[in-house]
């Protein structure tokens, strides 16, 4: 039980990445192919992580700059970056904010995404 204890007092990620896991009734296991996002702060969302197939060519600027389209359209809101990625299917557990912050959140989403494949491809290459 010390274990569990020591873990509850690490600080909630701001995104936390992952799979979507589903089970049938025979009890097979699967997931989804597409990446999903939990952003933990306000406002709170979960959206799939979309990888575009025409990536541009990598560039010297490694900010990330990207766009919120059909903003006044929850339903069909995505964002997209010319870096190749996209969120989308956005699910808002809190009031959607004003489209500047949801930008600059998602901003910082793709940049700690690239960020952690970074991560990982260097811990693949490493083995």
Sequence with gaps: MDEI???????????????????????????????????????????????LEDMPAEGDDTAIDGRVVHYDEPERLFYITDAGMALVN????DKLPEKGKLKNICDEAIANWMLRREFLDDEEDED
């Excluded at 589903?22 to 939990?38: C, Q």
């Excluded at 956005?90 to 557990?93: G, I, R, S």
């Design 90 to 93: 956005f699910q808002l557990f």
């Design 5 to 51: 204890d020591d873990l509850s007092d690490l600080p909630m990620p701001r995104f936390i990445w992952g799979f979507a896991v589903i089970a049938d009734k025979a009890g097979n296991v699967s997931h989804d192919e597409f990446e999903y996002l939990t952003h933990t702060r306000s406002p709170r969302f979960t959206c799939r992580v979309v990888e």
